[in-house]
Nanobody, 115 residues
């Protein structure tokens, strides 16, 4: 059974930092591309950061320079360090694992940034 469990969400003031962590089980973690996505209220889910199985990283312009994704294949974890948070970063953040046609999602963790 595949499980992606996120942790680290919460309430933070604008300009602050949070670190999200996702622990995976039931998959061959090292061969999966891992990512963080978010969905704000009334908005579409969007990619926040992706790190491929061979370490390539991609960010959208909205978070580049503020967010950092990292993975630890020995611990089956993928983290998202979020700095200089803005009100518009408020959303539910989801962990994603993708390999070939297989894709899995975590339950999500709420991040709320107060202005």
């Amino acid at each position: 059974q595949v499980q992606l469990v996120e942790s680290g969400g919460g309430l933070v003031q604008a300009g602050g930092s949070l670190r999200l962590s996702c622990t995976a089980s039931g998959i061959m973690f090292s061969i999966n591309d891992m990512g963080w996505y978010r969905q704000g209220s009334g908005k579409k889910r969007e990619m926040v950061a992706v790190i491929t199985s061979d370490g390539r990283i991609n960010y959208p312009d909205s978070v580049r320079g503020r967010f950092t994704i990292s993975r630890d294949n020995a611990k089956n974890t993928v983290d998202l360090q979020m700095n200089r948070l803005k009100f518009e970063d408020t959303a539910v953040y989801y962990c994603n694992a993708r390999y070939s046609k297989y894709e899995h999602w975590g339950q999500g963790t709420q991040v709320t940034v107060s202005s």
